[in-house]
Structure formats: structure tokens, C-alpha cells
């Protein structure tokens, strides 16, 4: 079933504007306010994120429209965690500027509740791709 509801829209919107707010108090005030010296990477990851608050706030016009915004947040924070956060807790190497990451990272379960996981997987996951393989042509 993908049909979603009312309620689950409006949590979804909630998240957009959880999202939005969250990126608007901790990324606009470096991206308006950075000095002359700031690294290359902070800054291309600022802009990111900056552009990722704009568009959720797309997200409380259409929610499902923009789940990907949503679906981008679990994804790079999920990679994170996975990929840096747990190895360096494991190895007893969790230092205290990485440790403030995760604290940042965790409401994002917030999202992971908001999202329509069955919408998702029919939607992104089963639905046959657009224009593909190449050589098919959509039926009019």
C-alpha cells in the first residue's frame, strides 16, 4: 500500500521543518558570517547543507515530493556513523570533537520515524525506472 496519511504528512512536514530549523540555527550563522580563513571543506559542506535547509522547507509544501531531501539526511548521517563514528568507538579512539558529531547526529531517529518506509520502498525501491534500460520506450 502506498497511499499515505493525512497524519503521516503532517509529521512528515514536522521533519521538514525540524530540518530546516536545526540547519537554519547551526549553518546560516557560518555561512553569513565565516572569516576569510575558512577551510574548503567546511565550507563546501556548509553550502551543501545550507541548500539542503532551503529545500526542506520545499518539503512542507510537498512532503513526498521531497522525501529525498529527508532520504539524503538518514543516508550521509547513517554513513557517517557506520563508517567513522563506530569503528573509532570500538577501537576506544572516540575523541571529544567526534563524540559532539554523534550528539548532533542522533535526532536524526526523528526521521527515521517520520519517513513512510512502505511509500519509499514502493515509490523509490519497486517502481520500474524511468527510461530504463535505454532501448525500451515508455508506452503512451
Known sequence: MTEVSNLRLWVLRAAYIFVAVGLFLFIWPAILSHSSEWPLMNSVVSAMLGAVSILALVGVRYPLRMLPILLFEVLWKSIWMIAVAVPLWRAGAMDA????????????????????????????????????????????
Not at 513512510?116 to 524511468?130: H, L, N
Open 97 to 140: 570533537e567526534r563524540m559532539a558529531t554523534v550528539t548532533d547526529i542522533i535526532p536524526t531517529i526523528i526521521l527515521l520515524v517520520a519517513i513512510p518506509w512502505p511509500y519509499v520502498w514502493a515509490k523509490y525501491v519497486r517502481r520500474p525506472a524511468e527510461g530504463w534500460p535505454p532501448w525500451r520506450r515508455a508506452k503512451a
